[in-house]
């Protein structure tokens, strides 16, 4: 049973730090996204369709943890007046 859990463990350690850099790439596309210019998210959400609302659901949500780390360093690289690209 030990040897279970740590299987399972090292495939969530490894599916969440396989996730940070493709979530880090999705929150970057969607701040570029044109639709998103200019509105808040509540509207922005709203104007998309049914599919496209469940697939940004989806990938925010299935892999939280990642999201969030990703999200953290994406603010962080990108403070305002932060020069380094």
Known sequence: MNSEMWIIGSILVAVFL???PVQYRYIAALKKD???QGVDQETYYNNMSFQE???HYSTQWWFLPSTMV?????NWRHKKGNTTK
């Open 18 to 20: 396989f996730m940070i």
């Open 70 to 74: 990703a999200s953290w360093i994406y």
């Open 34 to 36: 044109p639709r998103r």
């Open 53 to 55: 609302e469940q697939l």
